[in-house]
């Protein structure tokens, strides 16, 4: 079974589970407004106005443009395929008599942007084909199907995510490696784009800041590219960092000191700084269990860093990961606006977190850990060995 | 000026010409949920909930997240960034203060998917935050700055779709002369993805069905990944195919007949099908010039084949070309519903068109060829000399 069928199926479950009737993707020329669900549910571009509609009962619907219909029987996902030429409108409303769902969910989120993906031009068409059918006022948002079904990982879904992690921890002890005082945040840039070049992975966001390089105090942190500020002893060097492999993503931050002269350990303060951020991320994944919301774990990391004298990080503990970097759906982060309800939503066995606090060391630079884990009925599990120790250069 | 600078600026001016007091592009996520107009105007993803105001007096401010800030400031594309924490709210709704203006320009479109970025859900959060202020109900679409925008190619723009058009030409050369009958399909298809990656290009649309490669009249033609077919003597060969170089894309069709023992020139039947498509299209480019109507020009190049005695293609004659294969604006299309009103929409300057009609010679398979032309103030320009004869092998 390919991904994509295995993920129909689910979400088929997951219709069941919530007693939702009907699931609509209503997309257009994907590949300049893509729909972030259609990687999960379809694999492919579609250009005409398109349904991609799933039904609790079972039924897995494709109308598409004539000229795409070959490749939705491709897909495997769909038993049935209508092609149409001149407008989507008739075929639409007639499956929807067929069908006869309560209710519609729509790729409508107000705090997923995952789940957004439907634009409001097409829900506009759509809301117009619909008034004045049995069907007017159906429409509710499909963010709880869609944050399911990103969420909960399948076996094979967890393995892609895993790989990439790998191949991030391999980037990052080659890089441990070369680099070294004197070279540029850039140099280092460049070296580990050449490292994804060589093991045929991409970057999991824009290439640009992708790997985020910050040396000492003076340097810009947050999503931007590195500059040419040098690496200097007495400077803690802070990565961010992740890959694109087989779709799936990986999201890692490390930390570097560079010794000074006589030093024999890094100062206190940074060391401090260090023991803090890991501090807070142990304990955050020994309490991510499912049936928790992700505020409740965003506090238990942010407690222990405010509680340590530093002021709290303007961003969430963690977010979700797979098909894209931020993979939407519940949040491990606090219950500010930006936010909308995704603070609020439950941890599941099943979804892939970062954790990923951070405070500023005056005089020396940020410190961000950030680490990959799956949660399981029983807890969290680190996809790889997070760092406990700052690596000394 | 980077090409974003450029485009910025462009739009002031678009504003001042369409008497458009603001344009505001609102986004989140932006590496999950892109908004077709980011490569335009900004060239970096957003990661929080982030605002983009151009205006007509030609303040470019950009109100982003704080950790985005430094990566805003440095497109030099905006002369005023804020960075914000919790919520963007305050910012935006003080900046639309001190800007007062009359209308509000946002990206929705239900004609034209590639002005249509805003989603449903962003579209309710930012009416939210404007009900109750003075600017509830300023709320207009943008597509006609956004069709405006990016139809009108700077020069800059053309030499980047001109050198992507070359590209596909020489892989074209390579190809004519790689294939032979016994091939099959996806041997070409994987010969053409060899040459990509020798000459450092990406696929223009979805890699599996870029090219399409149809040989014979048992082939499913359209936006299907090539097969098993084997070429065969008697066939028309047809190839659909594009490539993305410095973000600009080309999308050419190509024809080719594998001559039949004793064969000396392909039979009455081929050579009326090929020379009636060349005739569409040289008709069309003919009359395509600033101020017609996409839907003219759609209907001398559909009417030459619909007189010529073949059924009417399903599909439009041509559409823009640039970021995307499928650039979105006026379309050379029929007024049929799914197009909405882009064949309305008029021909203007420094727009790149394809014109590809089609149709289908039984017995021996599809003839479409794709041209790419230039729309100048003295009519339309090949960017590359079209297919004048069947390639014959």
């Known amino acids: 079974m390919t991904l994509i069928q295995e993920k129909v199926q689910q979400a088929i479950g997951i219709l069941q589970e919530k007693q939702i009737d009907l699931w609509l993707t209503f997309v257009r020329e994907t590949s300049a407004v893509p729909d972030p669900v259609l990687p999960l549910i379809y694999g492919a571009t579609l250009t005409w106005t398109s349904a991609l509609l799933l039904s609790r009962s079972g039924r897995r619907i494709a109308i598409v443009g004539r000229y795409e219909a070959e490749t939705a029987s491709r897909t495997g996902a769909y038993d049935e395929v209508i092609g149409y030429d001149q407008s989507i409108r008739s075929d639409l409303l007639r499956t929807l008599d067929l069908l006869a769902p309560q209710q519609i969910a729509v790729n409508t989120s107000a705090s997923d942007p995952a789940a957004d993906g439907l634009t409001h031009g097409m829900y506009q068409i759509l809301s117009g084909y619909l008034e004045g059918t049995p069907h007017a006022g159906k429409l509710i948002p499909a963010e709880a199907i869609i944050a399911a079904l990103r969420g909960r990982k399948t076996p094979a879904e967890v393995e892609r995510v895993r790989r990439a992690v790998e191949t991030t921890a391999e980037i990052y002890r080659r890089?441990?490696?070369?680099?070294?005082?004197?070279?540029?945040?850039?140099?280092?840039?460049?070296?580990?784009?050449?490292?994804?070049?060589?093991?045929?992975?991409?970057?999991?966001?824009?290439?640009?800041?992708?790997?985020?390089?910050?040396?000492?105090?003076?340097?810009?942190?947050?999503?931007?590219?590195?500059?040419?500020?040098l690496l200097q002893r007495g400077h803690l060097v802070h990565f961010d960092f992740g890959v694109r492999q087989e779709d799936y993503c990986s999201d890692i931050q490390r930390m570097v000191y560079l010794l000074r002269p006589g030093e024999k350990e890094p100062p206190a303060e940074v060391r401090k700084g260090f023991e803090t951020v890991v501090r807070a991320i142990q304990e955050a994944a020994r309490f991510l269990r499912p049936g928790m919301k992700g505020a409740e774990v965003d506090e238990i990391a942010r407690g222990i860093v405010t509680a340590a004298g530093y002021p709290e990080y303007q961003y969430a503990t963690g977010h979700q990961l797979g098909r894209s970097a931020h993979d939407g759906g519940a949040l491990l982060g606090p219950r500010w606006e930006r936010y909308g309800n995704s603070p609020d939503m439950l941890v599941e066995a099943g979804q892939i977190y970062t954790l990923e606090p951070g405070l500023?060391?005056?005089?020396?630079?940020?410190?961000?850990?950030?680490?990959?884990v799956l949660v399981t009925e029983n807890g969290a599990q680190f996809l790889i060995a997070p760092q406990m120790e700052l690596i000394i250069i």
């Open 175 to 229: 890089t441990f490696q070369y680099m070294r005082p004197g070279q540029t945040e850039r140099e280092l840039s460049d070296f580990m784009h050449r490292q994804m070049e060589e093991m045929n992975v991409t970057e999991a966001w824009d290439y640009d800041n992708c790997p985020a390089v910050n040396s000492g105090p003076d340097s810009p942190v947050g999503h931007a590219a590195p500059t040419d500020l």
């Open 360 to 372: 500023l060391v005056p005089g020396y630079g940020y410190v961000g850990l950030e680490e990959d």
